[in-house]
């Protein structure tokens, strides 16, 4: 189709083409008649020559109008030839805006200067529920995407700056509300569209919707928040670090302060401490050895060790972790606990395992364990070893005459006596009731009768004080026994003292009985 301008010209032309015709014509026929006339007297001659001078006319007419008609004719073949060369470039366009922009993932418009869709494709109809046609309405789709008028107002805000001062405005979250009524969130990446001439016409905007991925990391930010609460009440110390000399911290719960005394900025990185030159260094290469044990094995590892807190007070910890890899190599994570009342009440409990609560010396269990292996000791180095057997005299008429709980205070007073008046390698133990036995190491006969006239001198020539009934007179009878000359094992030795011990009661008590022998 022409236009009516490219009318108006073409018939311009085509009357200054005749005008030019009749006026080359008129000239020929006037000019010619009048020279064949002047040239030509006879008419026969002056008759051919008008026939050829209209052959000739003919011919120059001819000539012309195949010259004009080539060149329009050449001139409209390249007119096709370019709207041809138009036509397939607009093809090729049109389908690459149905290859790319309409099929493309992701939210693809073009609004002109007053705001106006003049491009929706067809992701931004999937995603928003608004058809194209329904876009290109004009403003409206903007009142359905954006119903709050003040937060619409921001957004065009934000467009019309662009369009005025130019630029890019680059992840731009915006939050729209679709046909079925569901909020997303959309992240835009827009820029100026300009025309011939460099005159800006209009927006292009790219969108991605990231709804999901906003609630993905919404999500993390909330798991990460009850982490941090979780870690931050966490009984202990809650921990990441290095596989390194060092164990270098990269995280550090707020339990830090309470096990170690540092803050947890203070330990990270090693930047005022770190955490191994806590560790006592006694405990310090077994922790380590344990735990790359348990590495090596593939396993989990729990332990306990000494550190030293800021305060400098040593406490017991228990650390249990894991390794994990990372980035940089494996990592260690895992908590770490004090343990110090745990590891007192431990050492309470081992102790009433292995004491008589009443007295605090060692119970019979104990006794009988230790001095079996006392005797395989001076079996194995063919040294002496002695055992005194002790029992309080007429001890239930203490009871009888004083009761049962000052009964109880003799034979504490008794045992606090004994372990005041023995050396530091020997050791007391109450076998039961009012019995009690002191086993010294590396000791003979005749010391070990001197030791028992000392023990049994110290009750017999004064009274023990005892709390709550004041002086009580006490003796005991003690029975002696001595490895190898009395017997060879364990129970030999103690049913010797036993028997040496109730052979000084039949003396009259009060007094000492080697085994195999008596004396006052």
Request: glycine residues 8%; charged residues 30%.
């Amino acid at each position: 189709m022409y236009s009516s301008e490219e009318e108006r010209r073409a018939v311009r032309r085509a009357a200054r083409m005749g005008l030019v015709y009749a006026l080359f014509g008129a000239l020929w026929i006037t000019f010619s008649d009048q020279i064949t006339v002047w040239l030509f007297s006879e008419p026969a001659v002056r008759t051919a020559v008008q026939t050829g001078k209209g052959w000739i006319f003919v011919g120059i007419t001819a000539l012309a109008f195949f010259l004009i008609l080539r060149r329009r004719f050449l001139h409209d073949a390249r007119v096709l030839a370019e709207r041809e060369a138009e036509r397939r470039e607009l093809e090729e366009l049109n389908q690459f805006r149905e290859a790319v922009i309409d099929n493309a993932s992701i939210w693809i418009n073009v609004l002109d200067r007053g705001g106006s869709v003049t491009l929706w494709n067809k992701a931004a109809e999937q995603i928003s529920g608004y058809s194209r046609d329904e876009a290109l309405l004009g403003s409206t789709v903007w009142e359905w995407l954006y119903p709050d008028p003040e937060y619409r107002d921001r957004i065009a805000g934000a467009m019309r700056d662009l369009m005025r001062s130019g630029g890019d405005l680059d992840d731009f979250e915006t939050r729209i509300r679709t046909r079925g009524g569901e909020d997303r969130t959309m992240l835009w990446s827009s820029r100026r569209l300009f025309g011939v001439g460099g005159t800006p016409m209009g927006i292009v905007a790219i969108g991605r919707d990231v709804t999901e991925s906003r609630r993905t990391e919404e999500a993390l930010r909330e798991r990460e928040r009850e982490l941090a609460t979780l870690l931050g009440n966490l009984p202990g110390m809650a921990y990441r670090c290095r596989n390194d000399a060092h164990w270098t911290m990269l995280y550090v719960s707020q339990g830090a302060r309470e096990v170690t005394g540092y803050e947890p900025e203070q330990l990270l990185d090693n930047r005022e401490v770190a955490f191994a030159d806590l560790i006592l260094p006694e405990d310090r290469q077994s922790a380590d050895e344990a735990v790359q044990r348990a590495l090596a094995a593939g396993r989990s590892f729990a332990l306990e060790y000494r550190i030293r807190r800021r305060s400098g007070d040593e406490v017991w910890v228990w650390e249990q972790g894991c390794s994990v890899d990372g980035e940089d190599g494996a990592r260690l994570e895992g908590i770490i606990m004090e343990i110090d009342e745990r590891k007192q009440m431990e050492r309470k409990l081992a102790s009433l395992a292995i004491h008589d609560p009443l007295t605090g010396l060692y119970n019979r269990r104990e006794l009988d364990q230790q001095f079996a292996d006392e005797v395989e000791r001076a079996r194995r180095y063919e040294r002496p070893l002695a055992l005194l057997w002790l029992d309080v005299d007429e001890f239930k008429g203490i009871n009888d005459r004083l009761g049962h709980l000052v009964g109880d205070d003799v034979l504490r007073a008794l045992a606090r006596l004994l372990q005041d008046n023995i050396r530091n390698v020997d050791y007391a133990a109450r076998y039961g009731g009012e019995e009690l036995a002191v086993v010294m190491p590396e000791m003979g006969v005749d010391e070990a009768r001197e030791a028992a006239a000392r023990l049994r001198a110290l009750t017999g020539d004064r009274p023990l004080v005892v709390d709550g009934a004041g002086a009580v007179r006490v003796t005991v009878s003690v029975g002696v026994a001595v490895f190898p000359d009395h017997g060879g094992s364990a129970d030999e030795l103690l049913q010797a003292a036993d028997e040496a011990m109730y052979a000084a009661k039949r003396l009259g008590r009060n007094r000492i009985c080697v085994a195999g022998n008596a004396e006052t």
